[in-house]
């Protein structure tokens, strides 16, 4: 698949990567998103040097380990999707707020790049990073998650991939629906709203390039949230005693003051559109470019002798809601996320209701090898977790069918995380395992072969019970029999 990474970018265009999730590695294309124009090979690894995380391996730029790399680069994938039908033009109407699920955004055209409708500064091909912030979120990711969610199917091995994707695709499933009701009221307060006042004032006019510029990087602040709305407000910073201090105790007080400062910095986010219904912002508050300020302010006089005054004012207050709500989601999954890796990283012995096979092994070993040194136990113990990664790919890695409850762990991963069910497993089999003859050497194989052959057993059953199950329902659809009411 195709991926890009926003904060490597060339002259302001984002490199494009070819990724293969499997491998956990990234090879770049050499090419640029958003231009046609071709640099030299040269100076692109050049740059790519100096980026922390990427390597240059005969003569390509390559992320060997894409799962550590996204923690400080937000990984963005680049999707082709099917253009949409080209909607036509039509009159101003509230209609959009009443039944959102009708919007639909045209694809470009030469008579569609004459005005300020959404798609004509915000399109995948030129801008692909502004695109994957704000117009993907329609529709896109949310049936993506919902599809992906129907292949989820890992359910008796984890491998340290699974758990973080596990957590993401819960934080789209949260996040991605309030970013979907956000887009569609900025798409339709621009394309039923302010486009059709602007094409009154500018009707055969090109649209120009600064004030294409601006608003795409306005409409791409807004909908980006770790600039300005990500984290705890001052109030929420301060400690249980700070705020008895400040607010005598005053529950509701403090609440209202909260809440306060989250309105305070999304407005910041959405002053472009506050705007329109401020008297008190001028145009070059917002930008420079003394041509971009003027059309803005004669589309401002536009606006003010509209009849949608009121409507554009009361979707502005539903964005706003929704996009203090969008900013507390993905600051708590994040933190969710952070906790969750300090837990791989640390080999808890229960990540996210899963466990660890490594302390399972480290404790039998302990209780076993009691007169040994801990240095021994861990030594032992992480050549049975190596040895029995290995086994499972070398097992399950061509397997479609085993994949569907097992995840494939990497070589260079430190542990891997059982069901429930097979940790009990584990354990009762380990209880009954006699040590007494086994040489310490060959400890970690026989213990390896033991998760295995459970391994095998849980898997067979799974895959059992999925063929009943799918039997069962084609039996239902087969006999079933509709009746006239």
């Not at 971009?292 to 002798?305: G, H, N, P, Q, Y």
Request: aromatic residues 8%; negative net charge.
């Amino acid at each position: 698949m195709k991926i890009c990474f926003p904060s490597i970018m060339y002259f302001e265009h984002p490199f494009i990567w070819e990724y293969n999730p499997e491998a956990n590695r990234a090879e770049c294309t050499l090419k640029l998103a958003g231009t046609n124009k071709n640099y030299n090979k040269s100076d692109l690894l050049k740059y790519l040097r100096t980026v922390e995380g990427v390597s240059i391996e005969s003569e390509t730029a390559v992320i060997n380990d894409v799962n550590h790399f996204i923690k400080t680069n937000p990984l963005m994938p680049l999707y082709e999707l099917e253009k949409p039908k080209k909607r036509p033009h039509s009159k101003s109407s509230p209609t959009f707020f009443e039944k959102k699920t009708t919007i639909s955004i045209s694809s470009n055209s030469a008579e569609d790049c004459k005005g300020i409708r959404i798609e004509n500064f915000i399109n995948k091909e030129n801008w692909p990073t502004e695109w994957g912030n704000t117009l993907s979120c329609l529709s896109y990711f949310t049936e993506k998650n919902k599809s992906d969610a129907r292949n989820r199917t890992v359910d008796l091995v984890f491998s340290a991939y699974d758990l973080p994707k596990n957590l993401q695709y819960k934080k789209n499933e949260a996040l991605y629906p309030v970013k979907q009701q956000q887009m569609e009221i900025i798409c339709a307060l621009f394309n039923d709203i302010l486009a059709p006042l602007y094409d009154s004032m500018a009707p055969q006019e090109e649209l120009p390039r600064n004030l294409s510029a601006y608003l795409r990087n306005m409409v791409d602040q807004m909908m980006t949230n770790k600039r300005l709305n990500y984290g705890p407000t001052p109030t929420e910073k301060l400690s249980p005693e700070e705020r008895d201090e400040k607010f005598s105790d005053n529950k509701h007080e403090c609440e209202f003051a909260i809440y306060q400062e989250y309105i305070a910095r999304v407005n910041v986010m959405l002053r472009g559109l506050l705007f329109f219904i401020s008297s008190e912002m001028t145009a070059y508050s917002l930008t420079k470019d003394k041509e971009t300020a003027d059309k803005l302010e004669l589309l401002r006089i536009k606006f003010s002798t509209c009849n949608q005054k009121d409507l554009f004012a009361e979707n502005l207050d539903i964005l706003r809601k929704l996009t203090i709500e969008a900013g507390k989601i993905e600051y708590a999954f994040d933190l969710l996320m952070h906790e969750l890796n300090e837990k791989i990283e640390g080999k808890a012995a229960c990540v996210a209701n899963v466990y660890s096979c490594y302390q399972v092994m480290l404790k039998f070993l302990k209780v076993k090898l009691s007169k040994e040194k801990d240095s021994v136990h861990n030594a032992l113990t992480e050549e049975t977790v190596t040895e029995t990664i290995r086994a499972l790919i070398d097992t399950y890695a061509a397997d479609t069918e085993a994949k569907k409850h097992i995840g494939i762990p990497s070589t260079a991963h430190k542990d891997i995380y059982l069901s429930k069910s097979l940790e009990n497993a584990l354990k009762k089999a380990l209880d009954e395992t006699d040590l007494g003859k086994i040489k310490k050497k060959d400890l970690p194989l026989k213990l390896k072969d033991i998760l295995m052959q459970l391994i095998e057993e849980e898997l067979k059953a799974s895959v059992q019970l999925n063929k009943a199950t799918s039997s069962n329902e084609l039996d239902h659809e087969e006999t079933f029999t509709p009746t006239l009411i």
